[in-house]
């Protein structure tokens, strides 16, 4: 219900009270007496309604004016048009304004404010005795009672007040009404058989009610839902009595012919179901596919051809058509037989029933489609045998040769594309049964058939191809010139035809299998003179057939055999310069052609380019390797003339392409030991690396690749590829280990050095551990490596590869004894100093605290390491470091007095057992803070001996803050004037 046409009403009767100037509360009865009206003239007075922007008033309000104006009529009738007439004018002057909701809540408002009024409503029925009265007012709850959920409705109530109103008037329209709104309020309520019971009272107590047409109908429905198809048959045939303009004449139709057919009354069904199809044909809303009609007419087809397939199928069909009359919907009968037969899966019913259609009607311009609805079914059913013959029959029928074709050109367009689909099935039928025999007399057949569809117009998008399987079988029948011709017409006149260059490669083979029956002489010279002015026109016309290229053999071994030497090397070059190329053995023989008489010539470019391309294939391996020494001869010779030109750029460049061309030629080494002196002559390192390198694979054992390596690592290094030079270096190394240890040793380490500059940590590591391992001695150059180690391990993160180096300097500084030098001693005190440096950082870390016993051990544990390798850096005595362990060893006792005095104190101590225990501490440290002092004092009296770094001068700016009564001194400078007076 909408909630505007209830406020709009509500809001409408307010305003109808409000005209007159009555009191506020009271009945409409006492306003009226107050205005001078009394209730006869309210019922004779129209009520007018004006649209009109309204105070705002409650719900309630509204429906005690509803419920007022209710009250105003004493004819119910009369009553209720009231109400309807007021909601409906009220309706258009409802505004969302004076509803101060949005939209959101409409549909609760709604249920709410029809709830409050049914409920209202509900109260006055059980409150009046007025039987008409009770009747308007459940009418009135009626039309509320849909927008209300079912435990909200009061079904009880409408039913004991119906069977009350029957109970107490004869009026037969009254009890009509009553029994059919008592069958609706038992229905609602889900009592269907006491809802039939009522309509079955109604149609029989007041069989020509204004309800009695619709109550039938009902009950029809009723009883066909629960199977009591007897009875709903004439529950429907009652319906469809009363005249077929009444609203249920089409689906009473409808349901009583499926009466008839669920009691197995086809015939009797049929007489239904047709007069709903002719009732139905013609009407404009069968064009709309998804209105009623158009479903309903149908569906009646389909049951119309289930009754039919229960009776004697496309028999019955025909017979009735022939006793009843044609329909313009008779092809859709058979049609829609035909539908049931395949949905049950009987496929030869089925045609059979598609089939009696063209024997009803063989010249109907539909007969066409019907046979091939036919074909179908056979081949859906997987019966080949039956769909041959009815494809023939089909070709027979509508075919070029047939009346049909000839008394129907303006449909031939709509089945010619199925009439030349079946004549080509019957082609390619007969074409296999053919190609199975192999005997080539059988190939007529098929010859037959495609011939026909050939002749049929128009002609088709696949015409071309049908022709090429016509020219096919000719030739499969040994009719050699038919075939040929059909060949070059496939070939020369279908322009679009994809494989038209098969066709005419087929007329070659013709040609030659005409040539190779001997003919005579005469005979012989004008099928070959056919034979090549096909070819030609063939190599025009699809030069990029795959084919071609044997035809050019062909036709080069026909000009060398005419003797035309120069055409036949025309034709080797047509065929070698195909693309995409030929095969192999046939570009062989096209360069093997081309280049032979090209080195014959002298022409040793054009000859060089041609055995290079007939080398790419496969041959004997004697030819090969004549024809391989052969084309490195040619660019040997090219090089020789160039450089006897002076081209010395250019003919290096060629000796190099012998190796190229010919890697295992006999001149190849020649032509390459040429190439990099002439590159070598000219100043062209970067030239001559490849080549040098190139030469030292191939020929390992020949004495001058011993040369080539101290010659590659300076052109190398020339170059900027140092790791290139390091490998070179490395060579060196291991070729003179034995000869030459001392050229070997450089070489390895100059090695290591080219791999530094390459910036390649890894190889550089590499290098150098090899280094170590082949040369333990001399001192000096085992610590430079062992420190490159240390430092490229630093650099890619090895901290652990680090630490074993920095203790390898050591020990090679101690395995050195007096023979090592000043360098030795640096590198070994560096790696002792940077080895003692994380137990001095681990000494500063430990903090003192409680117990204090526990974490002085822990530090003090640590300081011993620490002063240990600071002790053992002094002892090399390199003054840089020196001074340094000397620094690190006054600091540490500096720290540990520090640390004591400011360690952390024991709990619970009272003031003065704090003081004791503070100046504890302050006597075990000052014995370490004075240590520290003279370790200081020692450090800083080395500037005596002309050293002074960073690290004495850290000692000074330790002792100013240990004694800075005699450190902590700075000089004060005044101005002076420098002036005699």
Not at 74 to 87: I, Q, S
Not at 636 to 651: I, S, T
Not at 817 to 834: I, P
Request: proline share 4%; with cysteine; net charge negative.
């Amino acid at each position: 219900m909408n909630r505007f046409r209830l406020h709009g009403l509500a809001a409408a009767i307010i305003a109808l009270g409000g005209c007159a100037s009555s009191p506020q509360n009271g009945t409409l009865e006492q306003q009226a007496r107050f205005g001078g009206t009394t209730l006869a003239d309210l019922e004779n007075t129209d009520i007018i309604i004006e649209e009109q922007q309204l105070e705002s008033a409650s719900t309630q309000d509204a429906l005690n004016s509803y419920r007022q104006a209710a009250e105003l009529f004493d004819d119910p009738e009369r009553r209720a048009k009231t109400l309807r007439r007021m909601a409906d004018l009220a309706l258009s002057s409802a505004t969302e304004q004076e509803m101060g909701i949005d939209d959101a809540d409409n549909e609760r408002l709604e249920q709410r404010v029809d709830k409050v009024v049914y409920d209202n409503t509900m109260e006055q029925v059980n409150t009046t005795a007025d039987t008409e009265r009770k009747l308007a007012l459940l009418d009135l709850a009626g039309t509320m009672a849909p927008s209300l959920g079912d435990q909200d409705v009061d079904y009880n109530t409408a039913i004991s007040l119906y069977q009350e109103l029957l109970d107490s008037t004869d009026d037969p329209d009254q009890r009509a009404e009553a029994y059919y709104l008592l069958s609706k309020a038992y229905a609602m309520d889900g009592n269907l058989e006491q809802a039939r019971a009522s309509l079955d009272s109604l149609v029989e107590q007041y069989p020509n009610s204004e309800w009695a047409l619709e109550s039938q109908f009902r009950r029809g429905e009723m009883l066909f839902s629960d199977g009591d198809y007897d009875y709903a048959e004439k529950a429907y045939a009652d319906v469809i009595k009363r005249g077929a303009n009444n609203e249920f004449y089409n689906q009473a139709l409808y349901k009583h012919g499926w009466s008839h057919y669920k009691l197995g009354d086809y015939e009797l069904a049929q007489g239904s179901f047709f007069t709903l199809l002719d009732n139905l044909n013609g009407s404009s809303e069968l064009n709309d596919d998804t209105s009623m009609e158009n479903k309903l007419f149908a569906d009646t087809q389909r049951v119309v051809s289930l009754a039919f397939s229960n009776l004697d199928g496309p028999q019955s069909v025909k017979k009735w058509f022939v006793r009843n009359g044609n329909r313009d919907y008779e092809p859709d009968i058979y049609r829609s037989l035909g539908q049931v037969y395949l949905s049950q899966e009987r496929f030869r019913d089925a045609a059979e029933a598609f089939d009696m259609f063209v024997q009803v009607y063989p010249d109907s311009t539909l007969a066409p489609e019907f046979s091939s609805l036919q074909i179908d079914a056979y081949q859906k059913g997987g019966f080949p045998t039956l769909v041959l013959p009815a494809k023939e029959k089909f070709i027979q029928h509508y075919g070029i040769n047939s009346d049909y074709w000839g008394r129907h050109p303006d449909i031939r367009e709509e089945y010619v594309s199925l009439l030349k689909g079946h004549i080509l099935d019957l082609a390619e039928y007969h074409h296999v049964l053919a190609q199975k025999s192999g005997k080539p007399a059988d190939y007529r057949d098929p010859a037959r058939w495609y011939q026909e569809y050939l002749d049929t117009p128009p002609a088709s998008e696949d015409q071309a191809k049908v022709n090429h399987r016509y020219a096919e079988v000719l030739y499969a029948a040994e009719d050699y010139p038919a075939a040929i011709s059909e060949f070059e017409r496939t070939a020369y006149q279908y322009q679009d035809y994809e494989q038209g260059g098969d066709a005419a490669f087929n007329a070659l083979v013709a040609y030659q299998q005409i040539l190779d029956n001997n003919p005579d002489a005469e005979q012989e010279s004008a099928w070959r003179a056919k034979k090549i002015a096909s070819a030609q026109q063939y190599g025009q016309r699809f030069p990029a057939h795959p084919e071609v290229p044997n035809v050019l053999h062909d036709t080069a071994e026909d000009q060398l055999a005419l003797g035309d030497v120069e055409g036949a090397v025309k034709t080797a070059g047509l065929l070698v310069n195909r693309q995409p190329p030929p095969s192999a053995e046939l570009m062989r023989y096209g360069w093997a052609t081309i280049a032979n008489g090209e080195f014959d010539l002298g022409r040793f470019k054009v000859a060089e380019m041609a055995y290079g391309k007939l080398l790419e294939m496969q041959m004997p391996t004697e030819q090969r390797t004549e024809y391989r020494e052969k084309l490195a001869i040619s660019i040997y010779r090219q090089a020789e003339q160039q450089q006897e030109q002076g081209n010395l750029d250019m003919a290096a460049a060629t000796f190099l392409r012998v190796g190229q061309a010919v890697p295992e030629a006999a001149v190849r080494k020649n032509a390459e030991f040429d190439a990099a002196t002439l590159f070598i002559n000219q100043g062209r390192s970067a030239d001559a690396i490849p080549v040098l390198e190139a030469f030292r694979q191939r020929y390992p054992n020949d004495p001058l690749t011993d040369t080539i390596p101290d010659k590659l690592a300076i052109a190398y290094e020339k170059q900027g590829n140092y790791t290139a030079a390091a490998g070179e270096l490395q060579l060196i190394a291991a070729n003179y280990k034995g000869d030459d240890p001392e050229l070997s040793r450089q070489a390895l380490w100059k090695a290591a050095e080219m791999q530094d500059r390459a910036e390649q940590p890894q190889a550089s590591i590499a290098l150098y551990q090899q280094y170590l391992r082949e040369w333990p001695q001399p001192y000096d150059f085992r610590s430079e490596a062992q420190f490159r180690l240390v430092e490229l391990n630093r650099k890619t993160g090895d901290s652990e590869r680090e630490r074993y180096w920095l203790q390898q300097l050591v020990t090679s500084y101690r395995e050195a004894g007096g023979d090592a030098n000043d360098r030795v001693a640096w590198l070994a005190a560096y790696a002792s100093f940077t080895l003692a440096e994380p137990n001095f950082e681990e000494f500063k870390r430990i903090a003192l605290t409680q117990p204090l016993k526990t974490s002085l051990a822990a530090k003090t544990a640590v300081m011993k390491k620490a002063l240990a390798d600071y002790q053992a850096v002094a002892n090399i005595g390199v003054a840089e470091y020196a001074t340094a362990a000397n620094y690190k060893i006054g600091e540490m006792y500096r720290v540990l007095a520090r640390d004591l005095i400011a360690s952390e104190r024991p709990n619970g101590l009272d003031e003065l057992e704090l003081e004791e225990y503070t100046m504890l501490l302050e006597d075990k440290a000052f014995p370490y803070e004075d240590q520290a002092i003279d370790i200081l004092i020692a450090n800083t009296n080395l500037v005596t001996d002309d050293i002074y770094d960073q690290w004495v001068k850290k000692s000074f700016g330790a002792l100013a803050e240990l004694i800075p009564g005699r450190y902590a001194k700075f000089e004060q400078v005044e101005s002076y004037v420098d002036i005699i007076y």
